[in-house]
């Protein structure tokens, strides 16, 4: 299992940028598949962006082009840098890892704690 910890949230004024960070503690962690999500108030969780563990990326509809991740495997880390925000930005951001078991085939789930990011004047 792995024990992931957010931090690089706070609060940032509409077109600036963060860059969160998804530190990992654990063993192999290369060949976890990582991504970032958020939760605003009264709505529901949804993914922001993924990357594989061979570093392909997706993103959602609402950051595409604004949003970049990556991840630094020797550092066992996963970024988000988060450019041109916007005040619907603002939730709790957390990072996921995600590993496919073999027997049986089915995935596991990893969270950290989240990390606010606020967007406001």
């Known amino acids: 299992q792995l024990q992931l910890v957010e931090s690089g949230g706070g609060l940032v004024q509409p077109g600036g940028s963060l860059r969160l960070s998804c530190a990992a503690s654990?063993?192999?962690?290369?060949?976890?598949?990582m991504g970032w999500y958020r939760q605003a108030p009264g709505k529901e969780r949804e993914v922001v962006a993924r990357?594989?563990?061979?570093?392909?990326?997706d993103y959602a509809e609402f950051d595409k082009g604004r949003f970049g991740i990556s991840r630094d495997n020797a550092k066992n880390t996963v970024y988000l840098q988060m450019n041109s925000l916007k005040p619907e930005d603002t939730a709790v951001y957390y990072c996921?890892?995600?590993?496919?078991?073999?027997?049986?085939?089915?995935?596991?789930?990893?969270w950290g704690q989240g990390t606010q990011v606020t967007v406001s004047s």
């Open positions: 996921n890892a995600r590993i496919l078991n073999i027997t049986p085939l089915t995935w596991s789930d990893y």
């Open positions: 990357i594989t563990n061979v570093g392909s990326t």
């Open positions: 654990g063993s192999r962690f290369s060949i976890y598949d």
